[in-house]
């Protein structure tokens, strides 16, 4: 299945990460460097705008008379949840609806390449992308354990665009299905 996101590659941004992926054998990267820069912006907005316009309505005794590090912390939450939901959802698609990825042999799925699975891998990759961004600006609030996290989810991520195990990533994020009901 081609990818169904439906902006097209900038030309420019493609070329000049082509010769980075390239460089650190990530093949597939280039063909989705703009969603995972999107998906980035878009988990920055919720982040900033989104989670404080909804939850100080949804709680308008609770969250405008929170510090501001408690906000952050709820807004971060926020932004996990929304991320997981719409990935498992977007996950499970491409799971029952890619004919390609379900055509495939074994040797393909440790190989192969599908659009759909390319997307599904850029939009979990642009949220820990954001992830290391928040941890690394606001370490002094999350510390340095989830900032090591960050960097850890962020590496084992991207690595997916190595294309060795990258038809399967819808299956390997089934496994943030337990995010969206875990403790805040």
């Given at each position: 299945m081609l990818d169904p996101f439906p902006l097209p590659r900038p030309p420019l941004l493609t070329g000049i990460t082509q010769h980075l992926a390239s460089y650190l054998g990530l093949e597939t990267l280039h063909?989705?460097?703009?969603e995972i820069l999107l998906s980035a912006l878009f988990y920055h907005t919720v982040c900033l705008y989104i989670s404080p316009y909804v939850s100080s309505r949804l709680f308008p005794k609770t969250y405008p008379s929170l510090p501001w590090k408690t906000k952050l912390n709820w807004d971060v939450h926020v932004v996990s949840l929304v991320q997981s939901t719409m990935i498992n959802i977007l996950a499970l698609w491409v799971l029952y609806n890619d004919e390609t990825r379900?055509?495939?042999?074994?040797?393909?799925?440790?190989?192969?390449?599908?659009g759909?699975?390319?997307?599904?891998?850029?939009?979990?990759?642009?949220?820990?992308?954001w992830d290391l961004w928040?941890?690394?600006?606001?370490?002094?609030?999350?510390?340095i354990g989830l900032l090591a996290?960050?960097?850890?989810?962020?590496?084992?991520?991207?690595?997916?665009?190595?294309?060795?195990?990258?038809?399967?990533?819808?299956?390997?994020?089934?496994?943030?299905?337990?995010?969206?009901?875990?403790?805040?």
């Open positions: 063909l989705h460097i703009h379900a055509a495939m042999d074994w040797k393909a799925r440790v190989w192969g390449y599908t759909s699975s390319g997307l599904v891998q850029a939009l979990a990759t642009g949220y820990f992308l928040v941890c690394a600006v606001h370490v002094d609030i999350f510390g996290h960050a960097v850890s989810a962020l590496g084992v991520y991207s690595l997916g665009f190595v294309r060795f195990p990258q038809s399967d990533c819808p299956k390997l994020t089934k496994a943030n299905f337990g995010t969206n009901s875990a403790p805040w």
